[in-house]
C-alpha cells in the first residue's frame, strides 16, 4: 500500500512535459523549496497554543498549499507565485517558528507580548495577501472557464435558436 501510494504521489507530483528541461530542473527547486518551507510551518502549527493563531497558519498552509499545486500543474504560473515564494513565505515560516518559541516562555513582559501581537496581526495580513496570490495564480483558469461558458451558452442558443424556427414548406 505504502508503494503504491508514493508511485501515485510521485506520477501526480511530474511537471508538464511542455516545458523546457531547464525550466523544469528550476521550477522543481523552488516548488521543493517552497513545499520544505511548508512542512515547516505545518510542524510549526501543531505546537501552538492560540486557537485563533492555529486557525490562521493553517488557513495560511491551506493556501500556500493550493499554491503550490497549482504551480506544480501549471509551471508557467511561477512567475505570478515567485515574489510570494521568494519575499513573503521564507519571512512568513520563520516568524512562525519565533512565535511558537516565544509564546512557549514561562516568562514574559510588555516587549514580547507586544512582539506576538504584531506577529498575530502581520500573519493575518500576510494570509490575506496569500489568497490573493492563490486568486491571481487562478486568474488565468477563470477568465478560461468563462470563456467556455460563454461560449457553451451561445451554442446552446444558436441550436434552440434553430429547433425552434419554423419548417418550411416543400413548394416554396
Do not use: C
Request: proline residues 3%; hydrophobic residues 40%.
Amino acid at each position: 500500500m505504502w508503494g503504491v501510494s508514493a508511485v501515485m504521489k510521485r506520477r501526480h507530483r511530474r511537471l508538464a512535459a511542455d516545458v523546457p528541461t531547464e525550466e523544469q530542473a528550476y521550477v522543481r527547486s523552488q516548488l521543493g523549496e517552497a513545499r520544505a518551507l511548508w512542512k515547516r510551518l505545518r510542524r510549526a502549527r501543531y505546537r501552538l497554543r492560540s486557537v485563533a493563531m492555529w486557525q490562521t497558519v493553517s488557513r495560511l498552509s491551506a493556501i500556500v498549499d493550493r499554491i503550490i499545486r497549482a504551480v506544480e500543474q501549471k509551471p508557467h504560473q511561477l512567475r505570478l507565485a515567485q515574489p510570494f515564494f521568494l519575499n513573503e513565505w521564507p519571512t512568513a515560516v520563520e516568524m512562525v517558528e519565533k512565535y511558537v518559541y516565544l509564546s512557549q516562555q514561562p516568562v514574559q513582559n510588555a516587549e514580547m507580548a507586544a512582539a506576538l501581537q504584531q506577529t498575530e496581526r502581520l500573519l493575518g495580513e500576510l494570509t490575506e495577501a496569500a489568497e490573493r496570490q492563490l486568486l491571481e495564480v487562478l486568474s488565468n483558469d477563470v477568465w478560461s472557464l468563462q470563456t467556455e461558458a460563454k461560449m457553451l451558452e451561445q451554442s446552446l442558443h444558436q441550436s434552440s435558436a434553430r429547433l425552434h424556427l419554423p419548417l418550411s414548406k416543400k413548394g416554396e
